[in-house]
């Protein structure tokens, strides 16, 4: 379905070979999202002034041990497309897509600090942002659901290609019969020297269908 709607664009070697491409979605490309249905779903969301165009600024992409991969499309503002495929990489593989924007970053700046958040901070029954409680989707059997672990690797405009550790849980809460808002926390790690960057990183976002998206090239 998605194949259908987006489409295969022309072979283009202005942008980055190395970087991933999926749905049409490059480096250097852009998209625009349905622009009344953001305007009908932003009364219910964390996310304000959300932009209906979006250039693509880098591009992230994460294997999976189920053998399929994410896609995340980092924007100009501050936000990422995130496609997410099951079994290969072709737009029939596709299982999910999200409209995410950074909420909030927050430094870690010890190894204690760091290991309570790996412990403790990213997974729970429930998480509370700003008032609203949403409920864990990941779930394990049992009583511990530990944070999904993944590398992502990051390829950007200017040719720097990076590597970050992800420790992550997803939550969401019910905004209508057919919409949810969800939740992305993850502890995020990466080398720098000898030394660890280490932050926590909390985004909002919510779920799209193909018909709400339009590839520009």
Not at 8 to 22: F, L
Not at 28 to 39: H, N, Q, T, V, Y
Not at 102 to 111: Q, R
């Amino acid at each position: 379905m998605f194949g259908k709607l987006f489409g295969k664009k022309d072979e283009d070697t202005s942008h980055k070979p190395d970087a991933p491409e999926i749905m049409g979605l490059y480096l250097g490309g852009s998209f625009e999202l349905d622009a009344l249905k953001l305007r009908l779903l932003q009364p219910h969301l964390k996310i304000d002034g959300a932009a209906s165009k979006h250039l693509i600024q880098a591009v992230g992409k994460v294997a999976l041990d189920s053998g399929g991969n994410v896609f995340r499309f980092y924007t100009d503002d501050d936000a990422f497309l995130q496609v997410i495929t099951d079994g290969g990489d072709t737009e029939n593989h596709i299982t999910d897509v999200k409209l995410w924007y950074f909420y909030d970053t927050m430094t870690v700046g010890s190894d204690s600090q760091w290991q309570d958040l790996l412990n403790n901070g990213i997974s729970q029954p429930v998480y509370e942002l700003d008032g609203d409680v949403y409920e864990r989707v990941w779930d394990a059997v049992g009583e511990i659901s530990p944070p999904v672990a993944m590398t992502e690797t990051t390829f950007e405009e200017d040719g720097d290609v990076s590597t970050t550790d992800q420790f992550i849980m997803l939550y969401e809460k019910s905004i209508s019969e057919d919409d949810v808002e969800a939740v992305l926390v993850s502890g995020e790690e990466k080398i720098v020297g000898n030394n660890h960057d280490r932050c926590l990183v909390i985004s909002t976002g919510f779920n799209l269908s193909p018909s709400d998206i339009t590839i520009n090239g």
